[in-house]
């Protein structure tokens, strides 16, 4: 199978392209950023296997990034001597999108450009924004470990198909030549380029080599040769100190690790030394990846051994509900050879995770606290992408519940919005006279909530009620039983006694009388014998004073919330 073949990609590659080419217009450089990180990271996997297999690196051990243009041709070709890929390997990688929800992710986009190419950037744009500014490109390249004559050529105008050979590569490694659009021929100059790679590449560990034009030879002179030089700092951003790395460096090394488009929310980078030796740089990125709830999305942080790669995906450094958190960790004290089951039991991974946990959710309090405009603005933002996801953390982290609960917003009857401000801390701070319970109620949705006829003795007696409509609520309400030693207390479930709650007087429940009680009691009676199938009790009750009746659980039983859940799996 040495022969050429045509291979049309696959219908989510072309879709993607046409997207892609259509949204990126206005960024374009993001392609080099792009190529660069696939480069920086074919060199990461190649250290990783040289790890048991030293023979991959010897022959040429100093791993790099050429950069070249050829302004009159108008290509630019970026080299790079990492992992390479076989012929199979070419045919999966740049034909196919091998993410699972790629195609669920397609269906929903909606068709606006503007919104479209929002949602691009959070399924990561990679080698395929190369397109973006080429109307053809080829590549060859040859898997470390493959002898020459196992090279592959690749080659696509990015319109429904490319082409794939075997042909004869002398190097390990990749190379890429963009054949530049006409709009786009302002790339094939070493100054535009010098500039690109300062902003998106200076954090990248692989030195990149610019090849700069020859000098013009003066009369008589002989022509020099054209030479190369290195145009970024080339150390692992997390290896530098803290007060020399600048933010956008920073944000740069977030979009590389992240695959994102956008610049993070907060970052965390710490250096710790003692009876564990690691550095961890964390990011909390500004918006919900599309597989947070897939099964089998993209999560885990990247794990490094003295500044060796190891994977991508560790997530043992973290629990679940953090698990768009993003980031790298590189260990003094795990072996290069750390294993899959190491890795899911050993006593350095776990106080590296208490650690670590600790270290994130501190990060998102720090977001929390910031009560200027902006920060509440950022924390929302946060929040409506991460609070469902926080939640589980209540539920599945005992040690930091109390932690984790502060994180949380909520509606509440007195702030009139439906938009969750109020924290828990805002609440126990703004507790009545007397009362010693955090009172709330669940509801499918806030304007269910808000006008459910349980709010009105709380009305009466000014007390602020929680209201819950995330589907996830109720469960999470079920492990979460007090706060600051305050207790919860569902207002829809058993008895509510606000008695010892300062009230206005003129708010006190009317006075009954004893005729109006006799009344009341045969009425009672009736609906208890027309009812009788459907309810436990009927009783009177002086939490209303609009609404004639209302429907109230007992105070053990599930919920409504629940009720649907278990009704829906069948119970
Ligand atoms: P991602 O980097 O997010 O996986 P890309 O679209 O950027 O997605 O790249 C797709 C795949 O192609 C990579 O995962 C990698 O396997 C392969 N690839 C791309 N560029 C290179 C390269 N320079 N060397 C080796 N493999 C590469
Ligand atoms: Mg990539």
């Known amino acids: 199978l040495n022969s050429r073949e045509t291979l049309g990609f696959q219908t989510e590659v072309s879709k993607l392209l046409q997207l892609m080419i259509h949204s990126l217009y206005s960024n374009p450089e993001i392609f080099l950023r792009e190529l660069v990180s696939n480069a920086s990271d074919a060199a990461d996997k190649l250290r990783f296997e040289a790890l048991?297999?030293?023979?991959?690196?010897?022959?040429?051990?100093?791993?790099?990034?050429?950069?070249?243009?050829?302004?009159?041709?108008?290509?630019?070709?970026?080299?790079?001597?990492?992992?390479g890929m076989s012929r199979d390997e070419v045919v999966r990688n740049l034909g196919t999108i091998a993410r699972s929800g790629t195609a669920e992710f397609l269906n929903n986009l909606s068709g606006d450009q503007k919104q479209d190419s929002q949602l691009i950037?959070?399924?990561?744009?990679?080698?395929?924004?190369?397109?973006?500014?080429?109307?053809?490109?080829?590549?060859?390249?040859?898997?470390?470990?493959?002898?020459?004559d196992q090279g592959v050529r690749w080659e696509s105008a990015g319109e429904g198909e490319f082409s794939v050979e075997t042909v004869d590569v002398p190097q390990r490694g990749t190379s890429i030549t963009l054949h530049l659009r006409e709009a786009s021929k302002e790339f094939a100059d070493e100054w535009r380029l010098r500039g690109i790679i300062r902003k998106y590449a200076e954090h990248i560990a692989l030195p990149v080599h610019l090849r700069q034009p020859a000098p013009a030879a003066a009369e008589g002179e002989t022509q020099a040769a054209a030479e190369w030089e290195v145009v970024n700092q080339a150390k692992a951003l997390w290896t530098r100190p803290r007060t020399e790395v600048k933010d956008d460096e920073y944000q740069a090394f977030y979009k590389h690790i992240a695959h994102d488009f956008d610049d993070p929310l907060a970052w965390s980078h710490n250096k710790v030394e003692g009876k564990l030796e690691y550095t961890s740089l964390l990011y909390v990125p500004g918006r919900a990846p599309f597989d947070l709830y897939q099964r089998d999305g993209a999560r885990g942080l990247k794990l490094y051994v003295q500044r060796v790669f190891i994977r991508d995906d560790a997530e043992q450094f973290l629990p679940m509900y953090l698990r768009f958190i993003k980031g790298v960790?590189?260990?003094?004290?795990?072996?290069?050879?750390?294993?899959?089951?190491?890795?899911?039991?050993?006593?350095?991974?776990?106080?590296?995770?208490?650690?670590?946990?600790?270290?994130?959710?501190?990060?998102?309090?720090?977001?929390?606290?910031?009560?200027?405009?902006?920060?509440?603005?950022?924390?929302?933002?946060?929040?409506?992408?991460?609070?469902?996801?926080?939640?589980?953390?209540?539920?599945?982290?005992?040690?930091?519940?109390?932690?984790?609960?502060?994180?949380?917003?909520?509606?509440?009857?007195?702030?009139?919005?439906?938009?969750?401000?109020?924290?828990?801390?805002?609440?126990?701070?703004?507790?009545?006279?007397?009362?010693?319970?955090?009172?709330?109620?669940?509801?499918?949705?806030?304007?269910?909530?808000?006008?459910?006829?349980?709010?009105?003795?709380?009305?009466?007696?000014?007390?602020?009620?929680?209201?819950?409509?995330?589907?996830?609520?109720?469960?999470?309400?079920?492990?979460?039983?007090?706060?600051?030693?305050?207790?919860?207390?569902?207002?829809?479930?058993?008895?509510?006694?606000?008695?010892?709650?300062?009230?206005?007087?003129?708010?006190?429940?009317?006075?009954?009388?004893?005729?109006?009680?006799?009344q009341a009691e045969a009425v009672v009676q009736r609906l208890q014998a027309v009812l009788a199938e459907r309810v436990k009790e009927v009783r009177t009750t002086s939490r209303l004073s609009e609404s004639p009746t209302c429907l109230v659980l007992d105070a053990f039983d599930p919920g409504f919330q629940m009720r649907q859940l278990m009704e829906a799996a069948g119970q």
């Open 52 to 83: 048991s297999d030293a023979s991959l690196l010897a022959d040429d051990p100093e791993l790099g990034i050429w950069l070249e243009v050829d302004s009159e041709a108008g290509t630019i070709t970026l080299r790079d001597n990492g992992i």
């Open 329 to 518: 960790v590189d260990s003094a004290d795990l072996p290069l050879n750390v294993s899959r089951e190491l890795l899911q039991s050993s006593d350095v991974i776990d106080s590296m995770k208490s650690a670590l946990t600790k270290r994130a959710l501190d990060m998102i309090a720090r977001l929390a606290d910031d009560t200027s405009e902006a920060g509440a603005q950022t924390y929302a933002k946060f929040h409506a992408a991460f609070g469902q996801v926080l939640k589980e953390g209540v539920a599945e982290d005992h040690a930091n519940q109390g932690k984790v609960a502060r994180l949380l917003r909520f509606a509440s009857s007195t702030t009139g919005e439906g938009a969750p401000v109020v924290s828990l801390a805002d609440y126990v701070g703004r507790l009545k006279e007397g009362q010693d319970t955090i009172y709330y109620l669940t509801a499918d949705n806030y304007t269910t909530a808000s006008q459910s006829p349980h709010l009105e003795l709380f009305r009466r007696k000014g007390v602020e009620v929680l209201l819950l409509t995330d589907r996830i609520d109720e469960w999470m309400m079920s492990y979460l039983t007090e706060f600051d030693g305050k207790p919860f207390q569902h207002i829809g479930k058993g008895l509510v006694d606000l008695s010892k709650i300062a009230g206005d007087e003129a708010d006190a429940a009317p006075e009954v009388s004893e005729a109006q009680s006799r």
């Open 121 to 148: 950037g959070q399924f990561g744009v990679g080698f395929y924004s190369a397109f973006v500014v080429a109307d053809r490109v080829a590549l060859t390249t040859r898997r470390a470990g493959l002898p020459a």
